[in-house]
């Protein structure tokens, strides 16, 4: 009797990167979309590598990354397994990160479907999204060829890439693609809709060996760079090297358009890839006359206005109509709604005059002569003082990050906010917004928590000296509750 054969198992990779331009100034080039808080308390990156938890089987979820990203990614998402962070030496788009990836997955997983997505789009039904891609994987581990994920247009959105299924293809759930479509005027926008053209999500399903054989094919010096690199385990080597050396090449037009016997699934949920400052227009919480303020911000006699407040400032909108106004640390920007979308334009500009340190990102990274950095899952603490009878820090808190619920048994603190914006939970109470010039006094015995908001937090603290007197109460990052001795005498001065 022949015995049945095995299902290959469901693996996510998440692809997280960017750089960092279609939200600036609030995104940076070291801190792209997916690492912010646009739409949440959470990242879109925690909200992707949730959905992925979804879609994997046992949690399989891998996330690949460029290395300047590395530890963030491990601070967004700390129960990510060690070796499912799979670290590119440099960003070189979708397709090489990809194929590093899938020949990861290969070597660790065996026989799989992996399903790709990206980190920073948005999703309002998590478990259709991971039904749809469940589906996916299924008919591409029976194919053998890619799967994509498609989406059933809302409008005639001129910046999506269109899927044109097969008509009648007599498949139950998915078809053959047709024709792919990138960003087609109005006009033919809203003809494909009438075709029953569908949003490319930009989550396909594949199975490893199948993708690195096409990337053999059609991108042969990829695959080259992408299995020296996995063998090596993503040490520095030749493989690294010959990976930096590649051309960025992205996975939909170096591969997916050209693919034989791609397919697409329908899915019935609804998506938006969080393009721009006009995403949150339709996807935040408007007024009756379409405003949406994030932030310390007012509209006043506005329409179809965001204002988004990230610096703790507050910002005043008057009598505007169809603009974004964002406030940040170093940067302001204002730009009609019509053109929020033609951002990389000002940064090409800023770039041209001589402006292009406003791409990264503002604050914190700086580090006083002898001071010593203490890394946390939040951030960083650095610490300019230690004496016998107070010590000095400088807390960095990363957007969307926030320090444990904790109280002090002796030890008697004072935090003074010098950048950014965010909230402060003492006692029982509600979060109180904080901002640049907020003061918080903790004598002992007082629950607190500092929480960033989405341009980070960077305050001062100083406090008597009893270094080790933390009980953490509730900690979002899994460390052991109770009585933290963060700091051993034996490695206070190292340097």
């Not at 399903?205 to 991108?219: F, G, M, S, T």
């Amino acid at each position: 009797m022949a015995l049945a054969r095995r299902r290959p198992t469901t693996v996510a990779i998440v692809l997280a990167g960017g750089r960092g331009e279609r939200f600036w100034p609030r995104s940076r080039a070291d801190l792209p979309k997916p690492f912010l808080p646009l739409l949440g308390e959470r990242s879109l990156l925690q909200e992707a590598y949730a959905r992925a938890r979804m879609v994997a089987d046992g949690g399989a979820v891998f996330v690949v990354t460029a290395r300047a990203f590395a530890a963030r990614v491990r601070r967004h998402l700390p129960d990510l397994e060690p070796d499912h962070l799979v670290v590119e030496p440099v960003g070189r788009d979708t397709a090489p990160a990809l194929a590093l990836a899938m020949a990861t997955v290969r070597a660790r997983v065996g026989e799989a479907v992996a399903v790709a997505l990206p980190a920073d789009h948005w999703v309002d039904d998590a478990a259709a999204f991971a039904a749809a891609c469940r589906r996916a994987a299924a008919v591409a581990a029976r194919t053998g060829g890619p799967v994509l994920l498609g989406v059933r247009p809302t409008r005639p959105e001129t910046a999506y890439g269109y899927i044109l299924p097969a008509r009648a293809s007599g498949r139950a759930g998915w078809a053959p693609v047709s024709a792919f479509r990138e960003k087609p005027p109005a006009a033919e926008a809203l003809r494909l809709m009438r075709e029953g053209a569908l949003w490319n999500a930009g989550v396909f399903a594949w199975r490893p060996e199948a993708y690195l054989e096409a990337v053999h094919r059609r991108l042969p010096a990829v695959a080259r760079a992408a299995e020296a690199l996995a063998a090596a385990g993503g040490r520095r080597g030749e493989g690294a090297r010959a990976f930096a050396a590649l051309e960025p090449v992205s996975v939909d037009h170096g591969l997916l358009e050209g693919a034989e016997g791609t397919c697409v699934v329908p899915g019935r949920f609804g998506w938006d890839d969080v393009g721009g400052w006009g995403a949150l227009a339709r996807l935040g919480d408007a007024d009756a006359q379409a405003n949406v303020v994030r932030g310390r911000a007012l509209a006043l006699e506005c329409e179809n206005v965001t204002v988004d407040s990230g610096a703790g400032r507050l910002v005043v909108a008057f009598g505007l109509r169809d603009a974004v106004v964002v406030d940040s640390a170093d940067v302001v920007l204002v730009v009609a709604r019509e053109r929020a979308g033609d951002l990389k334009r000002v940064t090409a500009a800023l770039r041209e005059r001589g402006l292009g340190s406003y791409l990264a990102r503002t604050g914190g990274a700086y580090t006083p002569e002898g001071a010593r950095v203490v890394p946390k899952p939040w951030g960083r603490e650095v610490w300019w003082a230690e004496t016998e009878r107070y010590l000095g820090k400088l807390l960095e808190v990363e957007p969307g990050q926030a320090l444990s619920l904790q109280y002090h048994r002796e030890k008697r603190e004072t935090i003074l906010v010098l950048s950014g914006a965010g909230r402060v939970t003492l006692g029982g109470g509600p979060p109180v917004p904080i901002g640049p010039g907020s003061r918080v006094d903790l004598p002992p015995g007082t629950v607190h928590r500092l929480e960033a908001g989405a341009d980070g937090l960077t305050a001062v603290e100083v406090s008597t000296p009893e270094a080790d007197d933390v009980v953490r109460l509730e900690d979002r990052y899994r460390r052991r509750t109770g009585r933290e001795r963060a700091t051993q005498k034996a490695t206070r001065r190292s340097s």
